[in-house]
């Protein structure tokens, strides 16, 4: 029992130095002092503290591009499960993986962390059968005018192109930058070249790690290496989006070294498969990305700084056609692509599972709740963005502590 314990002290210690050191090097590959993205225990707001109500000290949005509702609460739809609609490789394979005999058992098991975690201890909008619609109302139903409208609390007609550029509007992400107790602790892993511009890293500064070509420090570890070298020299199906797989790795490392308190990821094989006309890798990402969750979802469990204190808002950019053929494409022509589904976990969401009849809740509700979640009133400062989702009401207008 001794030896064991002094084993155990022996292996803290060594963790402790191997942070202290990965910290240091990371800190001077990018910005932010030692230890700088640690979360502070003395940052809390006063009121909330005193109050014991809120818990949550970090947020994590969590978008699976363009994955549809239908799979999420129905499961993988049988009648494309084959060769002729889904373009399935293995058609008995892909049966065996995901064919089930009822929603419930079909959507378990494409995404088991979301039904059996999130959905049981969180709360699940958007299942249409059951009275409850989650929307985009950006009316483009596609990606870039998704993505502004979840973090920036508001559509904008301006954005009406992938190609778009720099965003001309402010994420609560940058927002949330630009306040003392959250600067440099606000980071974005995205497959997607795209954020670069939507998270406007010329003006905001943000700390972004999207698309094939990254930034590495001069000093790697093997680890750091190797997945250089993937990212290098890996074909690229999509020119500007990277594998979940390879973002994955290296946000981990992230995390590992730092403690973001805001943070966005964004996976986009769904999309990509769906495009391509493959409905089997569409469910395989589904599969695989809800495994990267719970992965990211222990991995932060089991650090002192987020443990019982981290909030994951999950969800997608938009929804997609439905049928044999229309399930491949999403834009403002196609019928139901403005349909979407928003799944939240944290200490402060109420265990309410799968919502039922209630009203419908938008994409764009969705940064006025992160910030909400944090103790911040996003709509202070423009009050044209959307309500926080209901889950954050009660943190909301004068029941939010004031910022420092
Ligand atoms: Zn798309």
């Known amino acids: 029992m001794k030896a064991r314990l002094a084993a155990s002290l022996a292996i803290l210690v060594t963790l402790f130095l191997l942070t202290a050191y990965l910290s240091a090097r990371i800190s001077r590959e990018k ?25 949550t000290r970090a ?23 084959d060769e002729k609609h889904g373009g399935a490789q293995d058609v008995k394979q892909l049966r065996k993986d995901f064919w ?13 962390f979301l039904w059996s975690v999130v959905a049981k201890q969180g709360e699940i909008y958007g299942n249409q059968h ?21 973090t920036t609390g508001q559509p904008d007609k301006r954005i009406d ?16 930058n630009n306040e003392p107790d959250f600067h440099d602790q606000v980071a974005v892993f ?29 000093q790697l570890t093997p680890r750091e290496q190797l997945l250089k070298t993937l990212y290098e020299t890996t074909t690229r199906v999509e020119d500007d989006d990277v594998f979940d797989s390879f973002t994955q790795q290296d946000l981990l490392d992230y995390i590992g070294t730092h403690s973001p308190r805001v943070l966005f990821v964004g996976y986009g094989g769904t999309d990509d498969w769906a495009h391509e006309g493959k409905y089997d890798l569409v469910l395989q990402a589904a599969h695989q990305d809800d495994q990267f969750i719970s992965e990211l979802w222990n991995t932060m469990q089991s650090v002192p700084a987020y443990h019982d204190k981290v909030t994951f808002i999950v969800t997608t950019d938009h929804g997609r056609g439905s049928g044999l053929e229309q399930w491949k494409n999403h834009d403002r022509d196609i019928d ?27 994409q764009s509700q969705i940064a006025a709740t992160i910030a909400a979640l944090l103790g911040q009133d996003y709509r202070a400062t423009d009050p044209r963005a959307a309500l926080p989702l209901p889950v954050a009401r009660r943190w909301t207008g004068s029941n939010i502590p004031p910022a420092k």
């Open 130 to 150: 059951k009275g409850s619609i989650a929307q985009v109302t950006n009316g483009m139903k596609f990606s870039y005018p998704g993505y502004n409208e979840m």
């Open 59 to 81: 947020v994590v949005l969590i978008v699976l591009d363009g994955l549809r509702w239908q799979e999420v609460f129905d499961g993988p739809d049988h009648a494309l499960m």
């Open 31 to 55: 910005t932010g002092p030692l230890f700088g993205g640690m979360i502070d225990p003395h940052v809390v707001p006063a009121s909330a503290k005193e109050s014991g109500e809120l818990k």
């Open 100 to 112: 089930r005999d009822t929603p419930a058992e079909g959507r378990q098991t494409l995404m088991p």
């Open 190 to 218: 995205a497959t997607w070249n795209a954020f670069n511009d939507i998270f406007n890293v010329k003006r905001s500064g943000l700390f972004v790690r999207a698309g094939w070509d990254l930034p590495w420090a001069q």
């Open 161 to 176: 192109s992938n190609e778009y550029g720099p965003n001309p509007n402010t994420t609560v992400f940058e927002w949330l």
């Open 336 to 362: 139901g692509a403005e349909n979407i589904w928003i799944g939240i976990i944290g200490p402060d969401t109420p265990p309410l599972g799968e919502m039922t009849n209630i009203p419908r809740v938008t």
